[in-house]
């Protein structure tokens, strides 16, 4: 909690539903308030900037005997209702209500070695996200093409598939390489409404409800606009190359040391996509995994792409297109 932001969450999971493992139960609630010149105070309250967003979600998971045991298969119902005052940013809607009813269902296959420092096997995941076609279904004969946001996007509709592949391999010893690949697309039912404005994906460094955030070390959201807008993009690419060292391998303190190579992007349409068109950066970072706080992780990276002018020297590239990132509790995507 916060003078800009508020978050309350909570989860419940039940991993032997029916005695069986590993069928697992998951529910899970939350609401968040966020804030914008909410303290200054020669505005009025119609004129605050204000995002109120409350959900829940009830998902099942559980193992496949087939093709192998690494296989498993995990589906969910979630809901989210939108609550947004003059917010001119992050979404397409500013003002107005929005409803989100969507279901999940996630096909992937878990074969690492280990969760915290893996040295083998991979982890791949294919996910598909959809609302019913809500415009055909309550407002058949309504003119979306005229509508305003507030009536096309009451209930947010789309249908959202992501793509996650990465891989560990030992290269001699402790050092181990990991390479890793991600895509996303998001498509829609009524040309008329096009995209929704919800759920769309950014490469960016920051996090928010109703957003995919891939991070790219090495640039700030600001610094991928020639590619990428504030709203995000339906579609999105990115690919990782990391050599990884450890220094220590104590369960209560797993430390080790990284160098990466990355590069992504996002596209509005998917004629524009091109997966070789991406932002690159390359930098070391380190990670520090304890028991009470998770994961917690420094990154250095230096974006190849940014739209600077010529630096005369080596290390004044370096440093104005550097950039510093903390991890805290999970990995980003």
């Known amino acids: 909690t916060g003078k800009a932001f508020q978050s309350l969450n909570g989860s419940f999971t039940e991993p032997w539903l029916g005695g069986k493992r590993p069928n697992a139960l998951t529910i899970s609630v939350f609401s968040s308030r966020s804030f914008r010149n909410f303290f200054v105070a020669d505005l009025n309250d119609n004129q605050r900037e204000l995002l109120y967003i409350t959900g829940a979600s009830v998902g099942l998971g559980r193992r496949l005997l087939w093709p192998d045991d690494n296989f498993s298969i995990q589906t969910s119902i979630n809901y989210q209702r939108y609550n947004l005052q003059n917010w001119r940013s992050d979404f397409l809607l500013t003002n107005g209500q929005s409803n989100n009813l969507s279901f999940t269902t996630t096909f992937a296959r878990y074969s690492l070695d280990q969760p915290i420092y893996p040295r083998s096997g991979s982890n791949i995941s294919l996910s598909v996200q959809i609302t019913p076609p809500f415009s055909a279904i309550f407002n058949s004969s309504v003119d979306y093409s005229l509508a305003n946001d507030s009536k096309k996007y009451k209930w947010a509709e789309y249908h959202k598939w992501k793509l996650k592949a990465e891989w560990f391999t030992s290269l001699g010893g402790k050092l181990v390489l990991r390479t890793s690949a991600k895509m996303g697309a998001m498509g829609y039912y009524n040309p008329d409404i096009g995209h929704s404005p919800f759920e769309r994906d950014g490469i960016a460094n920051f996090n928010l409800y109703g957003k995919d955030i891939i991070a790219l070390r090495g640039y700030e959201a600001t610094e991928v606009t020639r590619r990428t807008t504030n709203v995000g993009h339906p579609f999105y690419a990115k690919y990782t190359v990391e050599l990884r060292y ?88």
């Open 246 to 333: 450890p220094l220590s391998l104590n369960p209560s303190s797993t430390i080790y040391a990284l160098a990466f190579a990355e590069g992504g992007n996002s596209w509005a349409t998917f004629k524009n996509f091109n997966p070789f068109d991406v932002n690159r950066s390359a930098g070391i970072g380190l990670r520090v995994f304890l028991p009470m706080f998770g994961t917690l992780g420094f990154d250095y990276g230096v974006g190849f792409d940014k739209n600077l002018p010529a630096d005369d020297s080596v290390w004044k590239y370096i440093s104005n297109r550097g950039r510093f990132n903390v991890v805290l509790g999970l990995e980003p995507e």
